[in-house]
């Protein structure tokens, strides 16, 4: 064997060629070499990667077909060995010199490799992230000539950017100021368009060749690509400006934009998105002519406990109002420091402009109560749709606050009733506690008013004014001219009894009391259930009708309870006065909060029988029955069941006294009210 020629690669040059020593068979029209997935940027491309093997075709050539048809000589077929980032000539008696062979002690050639040239594989694990270079060394029959070809390619496995890919940065006039008309910069390329710059950092594994897809949109899930650049020759690890067209914001609202990008690198792996840049975008005009806040409930503005029940606060229209504005209402302390205020109520966008006022809310007392023996700056914001930027503040209206609540601060806030003054109590000529029946509403009665609280606390002073209201009248006492030392009587005269109207009502009493600048503060007493009835022939006679019962009482509506019954069985007792013709009908209604008789109503628990004809055929009965569903029972879950009836008389209706229930038809389990099935 002859001695083969030693070759030293040059990065510079693709092709080299040895000079040829005379051969019987020599190299005709040399075989043409390529790598599968090569890009045109000298990178394999990122799906070939993915197939964790390289593939390089050698082609046919004129020598070898018609050499490959001849007897073989000594050398047997022409030999091709390939050698990955090593250029000397590999050892043919050595198969770990190369990576890849063909001819000599390697498989011999067939027909259709003669024919159509061949392929060998390279396992993509052998090459790591850089430049690469595979030389095919061809060796002829004669072994005296060698051609050598050299192939580069570069290799990368993963995306660019790293773990944490680096904001688009903005100058800080936009993260101040937002972008408005006035700030965009002019495009260098086109000095009549306007554009906004952003820089684009050095991030990890940057290459030129690198091409950034621009994101923009008013929310992360419409994030759409606006622009693609390219990282230029010699710009990797240097800052980057892009820019981004004012046209692009044309489609936006005012308010927050979001900014981000990604990365495709030469081998075509593609980055996850860069952390969102917020700006705001701000193009449209401020809202001015912003004049203070009105109270329309408040005389001289003064707060005062009567009117927080809710505080009524109106917001006059504006200059200049738009659609989508939003407008904020705050309280604040007035103790001259600077700082915001705290946020009392926030609008809908605006959908109206021309309304005035143009937006009005409520306050409660628990928002009012840190000012309390204190003056509260109250004021508005308005922001232009979305926009932090394009806001500004009202004129601020300053009002002194007295929650001073006579009986004492009230425990069940925000319930208009102060729960620390007693309830009073109607005495009728006949000496019947909270009822005026028969004759003696032709006589009137007391109202007895207790002078202490629950606390046995007195709490009434000279100049109190004391008002009663029992059903549809009311009787106001004169100014207190000493502190009383005991209850105080009020009469409720015939007049008043008669204007009261019939059957069951509430009586309450107010206490007011005068501040020395005109103002007054109160406090309103607990309902008092009363009833009044003139004709002992009304059903339910003299002692009007009395509540219904429950017929499976376990105390408390129960689970078990409605399941026995398919809901609950309340009956009507057989009354007084009763006759044929008259009709009965029973009322269910549910409240929030259990034990809680002055809760919410909730309107999917309320529940209205048909009405029930007294006939010749029922009259005699004991009781009459009425249903209620389990579906009304579950609709109130956990709260208070209050059933009454009433009877019809020739289109007058005679209310019943009120039977009061506690339900809790929660899972002990789950703890919801879920109708069952059954029930459905």
């Given at each position: 064997?002859?001695?083969k020629s030693?070759?030293t690669?040059?990065?510079?040059?693709?092709d080299?060629q040895?000079p040829?020593?005379d051969?019987s068979v020599?190299i005709?029209n040399?075989?043409?070499?390529?790598?599968?997935g090569?890009?045109?940027n000298g990178?394999i491309?990122?799906?070939t990667?993915a197939q964790?093997n390289?593939t390089?075709?050698v082609?046919?050539?004129?020598?070898l077909?018609?050499n490959?048809?001849?007897?073989?000589?000594r050398a047997?077929?022409?030999?091709?060995y390939?050698?990955l980032?090593e250029?000397?000539t590999?050892?043919?008696?050595d198969?770990t010199?190369?990576f890849a062979?063909?001819?000599?002690?390697?498989?011999?050639?067939?027909?259709?490799?003669?024919a159509?040239?061949?392929?060998f594989?390279l396992?993509?694990?052998l090459?790591?992230?850089?430049e690469h270079f595979?030389?095919?060394f061809?060796?002829?029959?004669n072994?005296?000539e060698?051609?050598?070809?050299?192939?580069n390619?570069?290799?990368?496995?993963?995306?660019?950017g790293?773990?944490?890919m680096?904001?688009?940065k903005?100058?800080?006039?936009?993260v101040?100021n937002?972008?408005?008309?006035?700030?965009?910069?002019?495009d260098?390329?086109?000095p009549?368009?306007?554009v906004l710059?952003?820089?684009?950092?050095?991030?990890y594994k940057?290459?030129?060749g690198?091409?950034?897809?621009?994101?923009?949109g008013?929310s992360?899930?419409?994030?759409?690509?606006?622009?693609?650049v390219?990282?230029?020759?010699g710009?990797s690890g240097?800052n980057?400006?892009?820019t981004f067209?004012?046209g692009?914001f044309?489609t936006f609202a005012?308010g927050?934009?979001?900014?981000?990008?990604?990365i495709?690198?030469?081998?075509g792996?593609v980055s996850?998105?860069?952390?969102?840049?917020i700006v705001?975008l701000?193009?449209?005009?401020?809202?001015?002519g912003?004049?203070?806040?009105v109270?329309p409930?408040?005389?001289?503005n003064?707060?005062?406990?009567e009117?927080?029940?809710?505080?009524?606060?109106?917001?006059?229209?504006?200059?200049?109002?738009?659609?989508?504005d939003i407008?904020?209402v705050f309280?604040?302390q007035?103790?001259?420091?600077a700082?915001?205020?705290?946020?009392?109520?926030?609008?809908?966008p605006?959908?109206d402009?021309?309304?005035?006022p143009?937006?009005?809310?409520?306050?409660?007392?628990?928002q009012?109560?840190?000012?309390?023996?204190?003056?509260?700056?109250?004021?508005?914001?308005?922001s232009?749709?979305?926009s932090?930027?394009l806001k500004?503040?009202s004129?601020p209206?300053?009002v002194?606050?007295?929650?001073?609540i006579?009986?004492g601060?009230n425990p069940d806030?925000?319930?208009?009733?102060?729960?620390?003054?007693?309830?009073?109590?109607?005495?009728?000529?006949q000496?019947?506690?909270?009822?005026?029946?028969g004759?003696?509403v032709l006589?009137?009665?007391?109202?007895t008013?207790?002078y202490k609280?629950?606390?046995?606390?007195a709490y009434?002073?000279i100049?109190?004014v004391?008002?009663?209201?029992?059903?549809?009248?009311t009787v106001t006492?004169?100014?207190?001219?000493?502190i009383?030392?005991?209850?105080?009587?009020?009469?409720?005269t015939?007049a008043?009894?008669k204007?009261?109207?019939?059957?069951?009502?509430i009586?309450?009493?107010?206490?007011?009391?005068?501040l020395p600048?005109?103002?007054s503060?109160?406090s309103?007493?607990?309902k008092t259930?009363?009833?009044i009835t003139?004709n002992?022939s009304?059903p339910?006679?003299k002692?009007?009708?009395?509540?219904?019962?429950?017929?499976n009482?376990?105390?408390?509506?129960?689970?078990?309870?409605?399941k026995?019954?398919s809901?609950?069985?309340f009956?009507v007792?057989?009354?007084e006065?009763?006759?044929?013709?008259q009709?009965?009908?029973?009322?269910?209604?549910g409240?929030?909060g259990?034990?809680?008789?002055?809760?919410?109503?909730?309107?999917a628990?309320?529940?209205k029988s048909?009405?029930?004809?007294?006939?010749?055929?029922n009259?005699?009965d004991d009781?009459?029955?009425?249903i209620?569903p389990?579906?009304n029972?579950y609709?109130?879950?956990?709260?208070?069941?209050?059933?009454?009836y009433?009877?019809l008389?020739?289109?007058t209706?005679?209310?019943?006294?009120?039977l009061?229930?506690?339900?809790d038809v929660?899972?002990?389990?789950?703890g919801?009210?879920t109708?069952p099935?059954?029930?459905e």
């Amino acid at each position: 064997m002859k001695k083969k020629s030693k070759v030293t690669a040059d990065k510079e040059k693709d092709d080299i060629q040895h000079p040829s020593i005379d051969s019987s068979v020599p190299i005709v029209n040399s075989p043409e070499y390529s790598i599968v997935g090569l890009l045109a940027n000298g990178y394999i491309s990122r799906d070939t990667i993915a197939q964790n093997n390289l593939t390089v075709n050698v082609g046919s050539w004129q020598g070898l077909v018609e050499n490959g048809t001849k007897p073989r000589n000594r050398a047997g077929y022409p030999q091709i060995y390939l050698r990955l980032d090593e250029s000397a000539t590999p050892d043919a008696d050595d198969p770990t010199d190369y990576f890849a062979g063909k001819g000599a002690k390697d498989p011999a050639w067939t027909a259709a490799e003669i024919a159509n040239g061949l392929s060998f594989t390279l396992d993509v694990a052998l090459l790591s992230e850089k430049e690469h270079f595979i030389i095919p060394f061809l060796i002829p029959l004669n072994l005296d000539e060698q051609q050598v070809t050299r192939l580069n390619f570069n290799v990368l496995t993963s995306s660019s950017g790293g773990d944490v890919m680096p904001l688009l940065k903005f100058d800080k006039k936009y993260v101040d100021n937002g972008i408005t008309d006035l700030n965009l910069k002019d495009d260098p390329t086109a000095p009549s368009k306007k554009v906004l710059p952003a820089i684009l950092v050095p991030y990890y594994k940057q290459r030129d060749g690198d091409k950034i897809d621009l994101y923009l949109g008013d929310s992360i899930a419409s994030l759409q690509i606006v622009d693609t650049v390219t990282i230029g020759d010699g710009e990797s690890g240097k800052n980057k400006e892009v820019t981004f067209d004012k046209g692009l914001f044309d489609t936006f609202a005012d308010g927050p934009l979001y900014f981000t990008y990604m990365i495709t690198n030469p081998a075509g792996f593609v980055s996850p998105q860069a952390e969102h840049t917020i700006v705001q975008l701000a193009f449209g005009d401020l809202p001015t002519g912003l004049v203070e806040p009105v109270l329309p409930d408040i005389k001289k503005n003064l707060i005062t406990d009567e009117f927080i029940h809710p505080l009524h606060i109106d917001i006059p229209i504006y200059a200049n109002p738009a659609l989508d504005d939003i407008i904020r209402v705050f309280f604040k302390q007035d103790d001259g420091l600077a700082g915001d205020g705290t946020l009392i109520s926030t609008s809908p966008p605006l959908e109206d402009p021309t309304q005035n006022p143009i937006y009005s809310t409520e306050a409660v007392y628990n928002q009012i109560k840190p000012f309390d023996q204190k003056s509260v700056i109250i004021y508005y914001t308005v922001s232009r749709g979305e926009s932090s930027l394009l806001k500004e503040p009202s004129s601020p209206l300053t009002v002194p606050v007295n929650l001073t609540i006579l009986g004492g601060p009230n425990p069940d806030q925000p319930a208009k009733e102060n729960g620390n003054l007693q309830a009073l109590t109607i005495t009728s000529a006949q000496g019947e506690i909270n009822r005026i029946t028969g004759p003696a509403v032709l006589i009137e009665a007391d109202i007895t008013i207790p002078y202490k609280t629950r606390k046995d606390e007195a709490y009434l002073a000279i100049g109190d004014v004391i008002s009663v209201t029992v059903g549809k009248a009311t009787v106001t006492n004169p100014p207190l001219i000493a502190i009383p030392a005991a209850d105080i009587t009020v009469k409720l005269t015939v007049a008043n009894i008669k204007l009261a109207g019939e059957g069951d009502m509430i009586a309450q009493y107010t206490v007011r009391r005068p501040l020395p600048d005109t103002n007054s503060i109160m406090s309103l007493s607990p309902k008092t259930g009363i009833f009044i009835t003139s004709n002992n022939s009304n059903p339910g006679g003299k002692n009007g009708l009395t509540a219904p019962t429950w017929k499976n009482d376990t105390g408390v509506i129960t689970v078990s309870s409605v399941k026995k019954y398919s809901g609950c069985d309340f009956r009507v007792k057989r009354y007084e006065n009763i006759a044929p013709g008259q009709m009965i009908e029973l009322i269910f209604e549910g409240t929030e909060g259990y034990e809680d008789e002055d809760g919410e109503k909730i309107p999917a628990a309320s529940y209205k029988s048909d009405p029930l004809e007294i006939v010749a055929g029922n009259i005699d009965d004991d009781d009459f029955a009425f249903i209620v569903p389990p579906k009304n029972i579950y609709a109130l879950c956990q709260g208070t069941a209050h059933v009454t009836y009433n009877v019809l008389v020739a289109g007058t209706s005679f209310k019943s006294s009120e039977l009061l229930k506690y339900c809790d038809v929660s899972s002990a389990s789950s703890g919801a009210c879920t109708l069952p099935t059954i029930f459905e």
